[in-house]
């Protein structure tokens, strides 16, 4: 049962209900395959865990986004056990610091059962938190003014982890508390070694009853994800441990999460994981998903026999290892190409157009993806180092970049100041979601000066009309903004004779716009051809979100509008006057006197109508092809 929301309209239509997912059928085929498995035995040493049946079997996945799929008995309680020993571990960490902790309690796998009295020699310390002598020593450690106290924190976060509140199971806390001599023995060597400072009885309890935490196999799942989530419930966004422990307790649940068979389960699975006498798997793929599972039979390790099982086989069947090689650090490149190749929706003229075709190579844009840690970095800044000598404009689209680590950051904002002795210029995208880089990047680069090295832009557009203004500037082909051009030099009227424009010039119309003036409106009747004499005019389109999208900007000398004169249409989009605009309009009517009595201007006026459009569609084809790479 996977929990995705259902269409509006009759709820229970098969047609309006979403098909199953292949993750659910995938988990179903899992639990067919595993559940016949008789292997294990119900812990009994507690007697009241006795009374789980053999039979009961989940299998969860959480994602770090927060879907959750769910088969078998998922929402059979049972209790928590040693897999609270991890979720002690962290928030021991949080009340007390990685230091006062490490004085307690050791990092190293024992390669003994899970209730070994493995203590170091001198110091007394348990080896790691994951066995039971330092589970104790952990519970020992969590702060609160009282026992009461204690114990709400711990259920606090427990539920926090799990995304609903938590209660003990009484029956098998007092079942626990009345057999745990073994424990109690623990506790007293641990007293014995000032581990514990004080009667080893109060941690013991307090141990007791968070073993007796009572939760589902949907539970586990969630808590795994919250760890693969960086210690934030991704059901709830509440945070369950913070971020700077939580790296500490993955370690531990890898190298002693599974006791004495932790090397042959990092070996065939190889994800931090935590396991527990009541029959729970808690095993984690960091960054990407929890997986939980229930199946009481244990194997001799204390470890759920189908449990291991399912485990073995999904991290198999979907390379869920986590040492598995990631898909190389390349991979944060997901596209490049320069400005010659690929332009804004600024439409150059021909003299523009043939500069940037030349020169444009000069600016280079990078369109980044997923997380940038040192390796990703590197290949990034391999790629700037080498085409430094060649560039002046480096463009950095951070619109599909998760996460910008620190450490790497810092590697970038020194290619910034680089490029700036340089005299070369960095333009970052899409950052906004980068906001701790951005304002690291103030900061290092405090000066006006330096921060004259790097640009930012809402999105790729601007930054290409940004670097072709900069790489034009300077340039004949140039026209300026507000230059006025007569009839006879628009692009229009390429070919025709003086006589010939001024026939059109008797046909034409004048009209002049002031800035953000809209010249035409979406959906108004397309009955008249503007061709801009002075003045830059931009066509935008209404996004979903309310918001306008350039398509393009236009200057003296091109046109728009040309649908009128194909075929009778209604407007597209809306086109506005960005500046002091003076057009001259030829309508439909115009035109077709035209073609009555000048058919050959028309049929000019429409070659380099058509002309035009020519020179637009292999552009736009040439973009295509150079993002398709
Ligand atoms: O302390 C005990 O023995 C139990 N409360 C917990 C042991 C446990 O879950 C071991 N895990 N596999």
Same mark, same amino acid.
């Given at each position: 049962m996977a929990t995705v929301p259902l269409p509006a309209g009759e709820p229970d239509s098969p047609a309006l209900r979403p098909i199953q997912s292949p993750i659910l059928t995938y988990l179903e085929s899992l639990h067919e395959k595993f559940h016949p498995v008789r292997d294990g035995a119900v812990a009994d040493y507690i007697p009241e865990l006795s009374k789980a049946s053999p039979d009961w079997f989940a299998i969860c996945i959480a994602t770090t986004d927060g879907r959750v799929y769910e088969v078998g008995d998922s929402r059979q309680s049972f209790t928590i056990q040693s897999i609270s020993k991890a979720l002690t571990y962290g928030l021991a960490l949080e009340d007390n610091g990685h230091a006062a902790v490490l004085a307690k309690i050791g990092v190293e796998p024992t390669g003994d059962a899970f209730n070994s009295i493995s203590l170091a020699p001198d110091s007394g310390c348990p080896l790691n938190p994951m066995i039971n002598a330092g589970a104790i020593a952990a519970t020992s450690l969590v702060a609160g003014r009282s026992q009461e106290d204690k114990l709400a924190r711990l259920l606090g976060v427990y539920s926090l982890y799990a995304g609903r509140e938590l209660t003990i199971n009484d029956d098998v806390y007092s079942s626990e508390r009345d057999t745990g001599h073994r424990n109690r023995a623990i506790g007293h060597m641990l007293r014995n070694f000032d581990i514990l400072e004080g009667d080893p009885e109060p941690p013991l309890d307090l141990y007791f009853r968070q073993c007796s935490?009572?939760?589902?196999?949907?539970?586990?799942?969630?808590?795994?994800?919250?760890?693969?989530?960086?210690?934030?419930?991704?059901?709830?966004?509440?945070?369950?441990?913070?971020?700077?422990?939580?790296?500490?307790? $993955?370690?531990?649940?890898?190298? +002693?999460? %599974?006791?004495?068979?932790?090397?042959?389960?990092?070996?065939?699975?190889?994800?931090?994981?935590?396991?527990?006498?009541?029959? !729970?798997?808690?095993?984690?793929?960091?960054?990407?998903?929890?997986?939980?599972?229930?199946?009481?039979?244990?194997?001799?390790?204390?470890?759920?026999?189908?449990?291991?099982?399912? +485990?073995?086989? %999904?991290?198999?069947?979907?390379?869920?290892? +986590?040492?598995?090689?990631?898909?190389?650090?390349?991979?944060?490149?997901?596209?490049?190409?320069?400005?010659?190749?690929?332009?804004?929706?600024?439409?150059?003229?021909?003299?523009?157009?043939?500069?940037?075709?030349?020169?444009?190579?000069?600016?280079?844009?990078?369109?980044?993806?997923?997380?940038?840690?040192?390796?990703? %970095?590197?290949?990034?800044?391999?790629?700037?180092?080498?085409?430094?000598?060649?560039?002046?404009?480096?463009?950095?689209?951070?619109?599909?970049?998760?996460?910008?680590?620190?450490?790497?950051?810092?590697?970038?904002?020194?290619?910034?100041?680089?490029?700036?002795?340089?005299?070369?210029?960095?333009?970052?995208?899409?950052?906004?979601?980068?906001?701790?880089? $951005?304002?690291?990047?103030?900061?290092?680069?405090?000066?006006?000066?330096?921060?004259?090295?790097?640009?930012?832009?809402?999105?790729?557009?601007?930054?290409?009309?940004?670097?072709?203004?900069?790489?034009?500037?300077?340039? /004949?082909?140039?026209?300026?903004?507000?230059?006025?051009?007569?009839?006879?030099?628009?692009?229009? +009227?390429?070919?025709?004779?003086?006589?010939?424009?001024?026939?059109?010039?008797?046909?034409?119309?004048?009209?002049?716009?002031?800035?953000?003036?809209?010249?035409?409106?979406?959906? /108004?009747?397309?009955?008249?051809?503007?061709?801009?004499?002075?003045?830059?005019?931009?066509?935008?389109?209404?996004?979903?979100? !309310?918001?306008?999208?350039?398509?393009?900007?236009?200057?003296?000398? %091109?046109?728009?509008?040309?649908?009128?004169?194909?075929?009778?249409?209604?407007?597209?989009?809306?086109?506005?006057?960005?500046?002091?605009?003076?057009?001259?309009?030829?309508?439909?009517d115009a035109f077709e006197t035209l073609s009555r009595l000048h058919p050959h201007i028309q049929i000019a006026l429409l070659r380099n109508l058509l002309r035009n459009l020519a020179r637009m569609v292999s552009r736009l084809n040439q973009e295509v092809a150079t993002l398709a790479e």
């Open positions: 935490i009572e939760i589902q196999c949907r539970d586990l799942s969630i808590m795994a994800a919250t760890l693969a989530n960086g210690g934030v419930n991704p059901c709830t966004g509440e945070r369950a441990l913070h971020a700077n422990y939580v790296e500490s307790v $993955l370690s531990l649940m890898t190298t +002693c999460g %599974m006791y004495d068979s932790a090397g042959a389960w990092v070996y065939s699975v190889g994800m931090p994981a935590k396991s527990g006498v009541g029959g !729970g798997i808690l095993a984690v793929l960091p960054g990407q998903l929890g997986i939980g599972v229930f199946s009481p039979p244990l194997d001799a390790h204390g470890n759920s026999t189908r449990g291991v099982m399912v +485990c073995e086989q %999904m991290s198999r069947d979907f390379n869920l290892h +986590c040492l598995r090689v990631a898909r190389s650090s390349r991979a944060v490149l997901r596209a490049e190409y320069s400005a010659a190749s690929v332009s804004s929706k600024r439409v150059r003229t021909e003299g523009e157009r043939r500069v940037l075709d030349e020169i444009g190579r000069r600016a280079r844009i990078y369109e980044l993806q997923g997380d940038l840690g040192f390796s990703a %970095m590197e290949t990034l800044l391999s790629k700037l180092v080498s085409a430094s000598p060649h560039i002046d404009y480096a463009v950095i689209d951070l619109k599909r970049v998760s996460l910008i680590e620190k450490p790497s950051a810092q590697l970038l904002i020194d290619l910034v100041l680089r490029f700036g002795e340089n005299g070369k210029t960095v333009a970052f995208i899409n950052a906004q979601r980068q906001s701790h880089f $951005l304002r690291a990047l103030e900061e290092c680069l405090g000066t006006p000066e330096l921060q004259a090295h790097y640009v930012t832009f809402a999105d790729l557009d601007p930054a290409l009309e940004f670097c072709e203004d900069a790489l034009l500037a300077g340039q /004949q082909s140039v026209v300026a903004a507000d230059a006025e051009i007569d009839l006879r030099d628009h692009s229009l +009227c390429r070919g025709l004779t003086d006589d010939e424009v001024d026939v059109l010039r008797g046909l034409v119309t004048r009209s002049s716009y002031r800035a953000g003036e809209f010249i035409v409106h979406k959906g /108004q009747e397309a009955n008249e051809v503007f061709l801009v004499l002075k003045g830059e005019v931009s066509v935008m389109i209404d996004l979903a979100n !309310g918001q306008q999208k350039r398509l393009s900007t236009l200057s003296a000398g %091109m046109a728009f509008g040309e649908l009128a004169v194909i075929q009778p249409s209604v407007r597209t989009a809306d086109v506005r006057a960005d500046n002091a605009v003076l057009c001259n309009v030829i309508s439909t």
